[in-house]
């Protein structure tokens, strides 16, 4: 699973979007219990304004998660970005607060929170 999510990536990163849903999904397929893969095809049906196809791949990833794996705020900012796209205030605050708990050592992931918290604060007053 972790190779076909790699291979994901690297197709995502190409730019190559079938390819890269079609290695994460494989992924997926091969053990569904690994949220990296629900992660990184939600973000990219996210980016393609596939909101409800992104809810609810990036919803199967917070169930697999624990909230001691750094998966589980990553796929929670995921969410709040993309109920954020819907013009769910409320449930895009819910997931931002869930991702701000997070202490971390991750200095991009904590400026992403921010930026996010920022945008959930200026769309949604």
Do not use: W
């Not at 291979?7 to 994460?24: E, H, N, P």
């Not at 609810?56 to 995921?78: D, R």
Request: net charge neutral; proline share 2%.
């Amino acid at each position: 699973a972790t190779i076909l999510n790699t291979l994901g990536s690297s197709f995502s990163a190409l730019k190559d979007s079938v390819s890269a849903l079609k290695y994460f999904y494989a992924a997926i397929e091969a053990d569904s219990s690994k949220p990296e893969a629900y992660a990184s095809a939600g973000c990219l049906l996210e980016m393609q304004g596939k909101f409800p196809e992104a809810l609810s791949i990036l919803k199967k990833g917070h169930t697999v998660c624990n909230s001691e794996q750094f998966t589980y705020y990553s796929i929670c900012l995921n969410l709040a970005v993309t109920y954020l796209s819907m013009d769910s205030c409320s449930q895009a605050g819910k997931y931002i607060d869930i991702a701000k708990q997070h202490g971390t050592d991750r200095p991009q992931f904590d400026t992403r929170v921010t930026q996010i918290e920022n945008n959930v604060i200026n769309h949604c007053k």
